[in-house]
């Protein structure tokens, strides 16, 4: 179907000012998505690494307790390069991160070429977010946007709640699923009493296939009945899986884009990272646990330009779908770099699902 669809970059780095003139910014990417009226409103990832370039050294970014970046410069040989995004220092095998990421509001009327306005800007600011916050969805329940991120510190990679009334302020709610635990995306609505997330768990010991997995809650703070929902069965997601968008309902039940991510062509050589691609789950709309159909072929893959060249390179990220009605818009990140949009027909998309 890749093929068949009109894709957009709708931000780059170059449209991005960084937050202080030591720092450049190298993606804009990965956007929790809502529309408020006619008004598109993005929450978009911004990551940034330090200009400077010392010779014999890499330069790893981090938070500050007072909110501000700065530079931990490492010597090269006390590191192991891991991918672009990653290294390893050796004395101790723990990983560190080559850029830091914060959250960014953008907002522009539907259907609109013109610049984006800027609008509130959200920076970690506590110890487990000294690594950098990523990655944000968004899921409006009742007249409250409750989002979804991702929080990298020394302790690892967890998923933290906010909300907000007005998507002007942020209120976090803590942590509620541990290290190693991201891709978390709620449900808009509550389903027989109960609140339900996907989460992907992310186990350094490997006895399966990645998974994709289900939660459910009475308050969206705490969180059990943790059970496997789906896990990677085709070639094109058998390193990593994970719950793109936020599901919305839809007549046949609910709706999803996920990322698949393929293993590298060469896991021994250092730097390979597989190509992540997207596809669709559908849940049955009383029993989300109950799997009615799902892609097994991509939806979307990389293509063009700035999906196959980045700073990632060959990276399709669904993080957002919007019903429009006969047809489907999603959001998704491109290359670890840029911001893309596609606008798909609904029932084009149900035709493309192998149904059981």
């Known amino acids: 179907m890749n093929s068949q669809l009109t894709k957009k970059r709708l931000?780059?780095?170059?449209?991005?000012?960084?937050?202080?003139?030591?720092?450049?910014?190298?993606?804009?990417?990965?956007?929790g998505v809502i529309y408020i009226d006619d008004d598109v409103l993005m929450l978009a990832r911004i990551a940034e690494r330090p200009?400077?370039?010392?010779r014999g050294f890499t330069g790893l970014p981090r938070w500050t307790s007072g909110g501000d970046s700065t530079v931990?410069?490492?010597?090269?040989?006390?590191?192991?390069?891991?991918?672009s995004r990653v290294v390893k220092t050796k004395v101790d095998g723990c990983l560190r991160l080559t850029s830091v990421s914060y959250l960014q509001v953008f907002r522009r009327k539907r259907g609109s070429a013109d610049p984006w306005s800027l609008g509130s800007r959200f920076l970690p600011n506590s110890p487990l977010e000294s690594f950098g916050i990523e990655d944000?969805?968004?899921?409006?329940?009742?007249?409250?946007?409750?989002?979804?991120?991702?929080?990298?510190?020394?302790?690892?990679?967890?998923?933290?709640?906010?909300?907000?009334?007005?998507?002007?302020?942020?209120?976090?709610?803590?942590?509620?699923?541990?290290?190693?635990?991201?891709?978390?995306?709620l449900f808009?609505?509550?389903?027989?009493?109960?609140?339900?997330?996907l989460h992907r768990p992310n186990p350094s010991s490997r006895f399966s296939p990645p998974q994709i997995w289900l939660a459910r809650s009475d308050d969206l703070i705490h969180w059990g009945d943790h059970a496997p929902l789906v896990a990677g069965c085709h070639c094109w997601e058998g390193d990593r899986i994970g719950a793109g968008t936020p599901p919305i309902l839809i007549d046949e039940g609910w709706l999803l884009?996920?990322?698949?991510?393929?293993?590298?062509?060469?896991?021994?050589?250092?730097?390979?990272?597989?190509?992540y691609s997207a596809g669709l789950l559908l849940l049955d709309r009383d029993d989300p646990s109950r799997v009615l159909t799902r892609s097994s072929a991509p939806l979307l893959f990389p293509t063009t330009s700035y999906e196959t060249t980045g700073f990632v390179p060959d990276v399709v990220f669904p993080t957002a779908m919007i019903?429009?009605?006969?047809?489907?818009?999603?959001?998704?990140?491109?290359?670890?770099?840029?911001?893309?949009?596609?606008?798909?027909?609904?029932?084009?998309?149900?035709?493309?699902?192998?149904?059981?």
């Open 323 to 356: 019903d429009a009605g006969e047809s489907i818009d999603l959001y998704y990140g491109a290359a670890d770099t840029s911001i893309a949009f596609v606008t798909m027909k609904k029932q084009a998309l149900l035709d493309s699902l192998h149904w059981n």
């Open 257 to 275: 884009a996920y990322h698949g991510c393929s293993r590298p062509a060469s896991e021994t050589a250092a730097g390979q990272v597989g190509v």
């Open 51 to 54: 200009l400077e370039d010392r």
């Open 11 to 31: 931000l780059s780095p170059a449209d991005i000012k960084p937050t202080n003139d030591v720092f450049e910014v190298i993606g804009v990417f990965n956007p």
């Open 72 to 83: 931990d410069w490492v010597a090269n040989a006390e590191l192991q390069s891991i991918d």
């Open 188 to 197: 808009p609505s509550k389903i027989n009493g109960q609140y339900y997330a």
């Open 136 to 185: 944000a969805r968004i899921t409006q329940i009742d007249q409250t946007y409750w989002i979804t991120y991702v929080a990298v510190s020394p302790t690892g990679v967890a998923t933290v709640l906010a909300s907000s009334d007005d998507m002007l302020t942020l209120e976090r709610h803590g942590i509620i699923f541990p290290p190693e635990n991201k891709d978390v995306v």
